[in-house]
């Protein structure tokens, strides 16, 4: 069981807002104008405080995944030692406003898929010259891809994000070229 002293600051966490405009409307009502106003201040200054943390971990977060090529929530959960449902909101919220990056997050098999830049050149290159998604898997077997399925994968996280043109060489033409050469 809880101590209660832990209790009543996690109650008091939870409503602090409520606590807050209760004091300050006593304050108010005694004519305590001016300290009404300095408790105000002093609690809206701890309110901006409290958003330092999360802009420290997003960052952190950040450059952790740009160290690598693809790495899965569960090993970034690991290495920054965060729960994993914070590492997955965080993730999804950054695959929601990917549009303009140059990285990818993709959602496969119930976690979330960050690859590097670098690996999205190379897909695209590949992609672009004609490949087919087995001969994209093997070209990409140095940035760490696992299965043929995150290909497919990219491809249409990118083709959601209007980021992929049409191919420059089909797949069929590709692989005449290479039959015949």
Avoid: C
Wanted: net charge positive; charged share 30%.
């Amino acid at each position: 069981m809880p101590k209660k002293y832990i209790v009543i600051f996690k109650t008091i966490g939870r409503h602090w807002f409520w606590i807050l405009v209760l004091i300050i409307i006593i304050l108010s009502i005694y004519r305590q104008y001016i300290a009404a106003i300095v408790l105000s201040v002093i609690f809206l200054v701890f309110f901006l405080l409290s958003y330092i943390p999360a802009l420290f971990f997003k960052n952190r977060l950040k450059r952790l995944m740009k160290k690598y090529y693809r790495i899965e929530d569960t090993i970034v959960a690991k290495k920054l030692k965060k729960k994993i449902n914070k590492i997955r909101e965080e993730m999804f919220d950054m695959s929601q406003k990917q549009e303009k990056k140059n990285w990818l997050i993709t959602f496969l098999n119930k976690q979330y898929i960050y690859y590097h830049e670098q690996t999205i050149t190379k897909f695209m290159e590949l992609y672009n010259k004609g490949f087919s998604e087995k001969e994209i898997f093997e070209g990409l077997q140095d940035f760490e891809l696992k299965t043929r399925v995150e290909v497919k994968s990219i491809t249409e996280s990118l083709i959601k994000l209007n980021k992929l043109s049409e191919r420059d060489v089909s797949v069929k033409e590709h692989k005449k070229k290479q039959r015949f050469a």
